[in-house]
């Protein structure tokens, strides 16, 4: 039986980390050997990891950690010879030079978003950084290797040949026991609270929520509402932004602590420039919460205009006002939004990843 190696560039809050981690869980649970590969600069886990995982750190010695890292995964996956799985395009490269090299498995692609729009295009990054990791993006995109796309707007769009598993809403946060909100009632006598979750990298939209929370504390039409804003994230420089704005800022970390949010939320705003799949929009939708979202790609899979959610014609600010003040002045209308919202979210379980997952690797390692 082969081993399965998971390679991954640090450990993060991401989304992608987390369905990373989902998969070497379950697994290796399954039975299958399963070690998480990754530097030794990168800090802790931030998800849970099961016990049946092996972590294995790959040292680093110069200045130029991230080029060595490159370089040490591609010796150690020539050596191993284990099935090989990421998410990032960067590590693609020296898991298929090493596959090619000592004629084993292709590496397995998981594509989670449009890499060159949101990780590079849309990154804080210096002008030579942002070249040499498009030449890497277009060096990835040449090299043979299974793909498992997150959603089917990613596979239609790819356009390449590969097997959809869609992601999945923890089961913590998916729970039969959510109460549909009576919005008429809220809407009467609030508070109203609209939420957003992510960083400040430029494709998670911060500065737009931002000035959202501005322009809705200064609308006339909601003088009668008591609205509130509050946002979740792992962004430690955020308090400093935040301090003087209308804004509270929670850090969950856990997933009791993630649903808590969502329930403390009525209205959700995924702004996203882009999105693989968009999973916190999702998890929204699980604690019926009204979304309101940019067209970001792959939310295509799941949100409908009018029926479980609001998708923006624009991505501005204006837009988003507008569409507010229109869902809390018509607070009656829109029940069957956060109704629809939560039967939405109920379809994308654990259970149905699981499945798919251990399907897809049972076939491929034996």
């Given amino acids: 039986m082969k081993k399965l190696e998971i390679s991954i560039e640090e450990f993060n809050s991401s989304g992608g980390l987390r369905i990373l981690t989902a998969i070497s869980n379950l697994v290796a649970d399954g039975g299958i050997d399963v070690s998480i590969i990754y530097p030794d600069f990168s800090p802790a886990p931030f998800f849970p990891i099961n016990s049946k995982v092996r972590l294995v750190p ?3 010695h110069s200045p130029f950690g991230r ?37 084993t498995s292709r590496p397995i692609f998981l594509i989670q978003g449009l890499d060159l729009k949101s990780l590079i295009r849309l990154a804080s990054t210096a002008c030579f950084n942002k070249l040499i990791n498009v030449i890497l993006y277009f060096i990835s995109q040449k090299l043979p290797c299974e793909r498992i796309y997150v959603s089917n707007y990613l596979a239609s769009f790819c356009g390449r040949p590969g097997t959809v598993i869609q992601n999945f809403i923890s089961p913590r946060l998916l729970s039969e026991s959510t ?5 008429f009632k809220k ?5 109203i609270r609209i939420g957003w979750i992510g960083n400040q ?6 500065d737009l929520f931002f000035e959202i929370s501005k322009l809705l504390d200064l609308s ?15 962004d430690r420089n955020l308090g400093s932004v935040l301090a003087t ?3 509270n800022l ?19 705003l995924s702004l996203s420039v882009s999105e693989g799949f968009s999973l916190p929009t999702l998890e929204a939708m699980a604690a019926g919460c009204i979304v309101l979202t940019t067209n970001s790609g792959g939310i295509s899979d799941f949100a409908i205009d009018g029926v479980n959610s609001f998708v923006m014609t624009s991505r501005s600010a204006r837009c988003a006002v507008d569409c507010i003040e229109n869902i809390l002045n018509n607070a009656d209308n829109i029940q069957n939004i956060s109704h629809a919202a939560i039967r939405t979210a109920r379809r994308f379980t654990f259970d149905e990843f699981s499945r798919n997952y251990l399907s897809y690797f049972m076939k491929r390692v034996h």
């Fill in 67 to 103: 080029l060595e890292f490159l370089i040490r995964l591609l010796i150690h996956q020539a050596s191993s010879r284990s099935l090989s799985l990421t998410s990032s395009y960067r590590l693609l490269i020296p898991l298929s030079i090493a596959g090619f090299l000592t004629h």
């Fill in 250 to 268: 929670t850090r969950p970390t856990s997933d009791d602590e993630l649903k808590k949010f969502y329930e403390h939320c009525d209205i959700f």
């Fill in 58 to 60: 790959i040292k680093t």
């Fill in 245 to 247: 704005s209308k804004i």
């Fill in 179 to 183: 109460t549909y909100r009576d919005w």
């Fill in 220 to 234: 006339e039409s909601l003088r009668s509402h008591n609205v509130e804003f509050v946002c979740a994230s792992q």
């Fill in 201 to 206: 990298t430029a494709n998670k939209g911060f």
């Fill in 187 to 191: 809407s009467k006598f609030g508070p």
